[in-house]
């Protein structure tokens, strides 16, 4: 086929040319924002007097055609015509002939793409904040239900102090909040409309940028065109911002797989979200945990592989550009699918309580209470924890829990104690946590109210 771009040369392309050269394997998933893009373009052409009003509508409706089509499955794309754009243009040529030459005044296809990527991120962004959303609701449905599930609380992955469960899974809903803040704010960049930047200097004709603005729901232009065509700033945020809300999810899906040990016991994942094995009949596996788990590898490889491909590149566009898309496709699709694996995977798996409780029963967890309980009467805290380490030591000897302990014990350690171990009872622990942000039930409540409204309240601002 003969290349829109032929008229300076005369050989053909070479086959291996156009296989490397062609993106319309993959960019093809950007048909809707090009034709999108084409029909605000050629819309303002038209508006402008800068193509007949008759030739903007012509192209128009057989751009409104070619959608249709390439909707219900009727168009075959050509490596040939090398990318989205062209093979776009090449349809329009076949459906209303020469006038679809007008279509690329005033434009490139180095603004073209910048606004097709720009377009298809900020649509990935908003089902990303609503796929967070959705987790997010899973996590306070289930902090809702476990306000009273005791359980330890880690650091070192070794008990430290109890918590309840709810406690537990709001820390995974705030991280994921911070992941949707991100998200709208890499909205925000990428929220800006290059077109009109043409190939990189500008464009001699009297276009209205603003007009293409409004058609696209852009709330600003750009102000450079050497910096529109060659920026992948906002490419780079999301991939990033991918890569965070990737690593939050792993770490809450390397709990799962944990706690769905034999050792902790934690949980009982639903059978349908299981998976079994080959050759041990016993077998009940955590596949998607550590898939997603596993996919957090994927992301961070899509977010190293742009800026890797962004690096020392000189203004403005280069070719180099291309290899944007891939990586932005596929961390998109990966994280999406991620968010709402580990939603179903939340609200399916049973949190058994009472393996939990029993897990923090024994285990020390509450010697900062017993160390807080003789600072209460007066001694200093370094010296508190020096009496209830060796109160510690005495128990691990005599195979006791500081619950067990009697008064009299408890006396032989510090005269300031008035009450028996049972004092320190995993339940008193997580109450005596009552301040903002603590443990305490009443405190954690109000964590679960303000979690509701912040996920009820819109992140991305509405462009008027
Ligand atoms: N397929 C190209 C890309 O993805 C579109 C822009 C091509 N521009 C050019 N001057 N060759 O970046």
Not at 120 to 137: N, P, S
Request: hydrophobic share 45%; charged share 25%.
């Amino acid at each position: 086929m003969a290349k829109l771009w032929g008229g300076r040369f005369s050989k053909e392309t070479s086959k291996l040319v156009d296989q490397f050269n062609a993106s319309i394997g993959f960019d093809c998933r950007l048909w809707e924002h090009d034709i999108r893009g084409s029909i605000a373009h050629a819309s303002m052409l038209g508006k402008c007097g800068i193509i007949p009003q008759a030739d903007a509508e012509a192209i128009v409706v057989g751009l409104r055609g070619i959608e249709d089509d390439i909707r219900v499955g009727q168009v075959e794309f050509d490596v040939s015509a090398e990318d989205i754009h062209m093979n776009i243009e090449k349809l329009l040529h076949q459906r209303i002939g020469d006038v679809a030459g007008r279509l690329h005044t005033a434009r490139s296809r180095n603004d073209q793409i910048a606004l097709d990527l720009r377009m298809y991120v900020k649509d990935q962004i908003t089902y990303a904040i609503e796929a967070i959303k959705g987790l997010q609701t899973a996590l306070i449905a289930t902090a809702e239900k476990h306000q009273e599930t005791v359980m330890p609380g880690y650091t070192h992955l070794q008990h430290a102090q109890p918590v309840t469960l709810a406690h537990h899974v709001m820390a995974y809903f705030w991280m994921l909040q911070r992941d949707v803040e991100r998200f709208a704010d890499c909205y925000k960049r990428t929220d800006v409309m290059p077109l009109g930047s043409a190939a990189m200097a500008g464009t001699s004709y009297p276009i209205d940028r603003q007009y293409v603005a409004d058609q696209l729901g852009f709330s600003r232009v750009s102000e450079n065109s050497m910096d529109a065509v060659a920026d992948r700033d906002f490419a780079a945020e999301f991939l990033a911002d991918c890569a965070i809300l990737s690593m939050h999810m792993s770490r809450f899906a390397e709990e799962i797989i944990i706690w769905n040990t034999r050792e902790f016991g934690f949980v009982e994942l639903d059978d349908a979200m299981a998976t079994g094995s080959s050759i041990m009949p016993q077998k009940k596996n955590p596949d998607v945990a550590e898939l997603i788990r596993g996919k957090t590898g994927r992301v961070y490889g899509d977010l190293t592989a742009l800026l890797t491909v962004l690096k020392g590149l000189p203004l403005t566009y280069n070719k180099d550009l291309q290899e944007d898309k891939e990586p932005v496709f596929d961390a998109a699709d990966t994280v999406l699918q991620c968010v709402m694996m580990l939603q179903k995977l939340i609200e399916t798996t049973e949190f058994r309580a009472a393996a939990m409780k029993e897990s923090a029963k024994g285990d020390f967890s509450t010697a900062t209470d017993a160390a807080d309980y003789l600072v209460r009467r007066g001694i200093p805290f370094r010296q508190a924890h020096e009496i209830v380490g060796r109160m510690v030591g005495y128990c691990i000897a005599q195979g006791k829990a500081i619950e067990d302990l009697s008064l009299e014990e408890m006396k032989s350690f510090s005269e300031a104690y008035e009450d028996s171990g049972e004092a320190f009872n995993l339940e008193h622990s997580v109450e005596a946590r009552g301040i903002i942000g603590g443990t305490a039930a009443k405190f954690v409540k109000a964590q679960i109210e303000a979690a509701q409204a912040v996920v009820k309240a819109e992140a991305i601002p509405a462009t008027e």
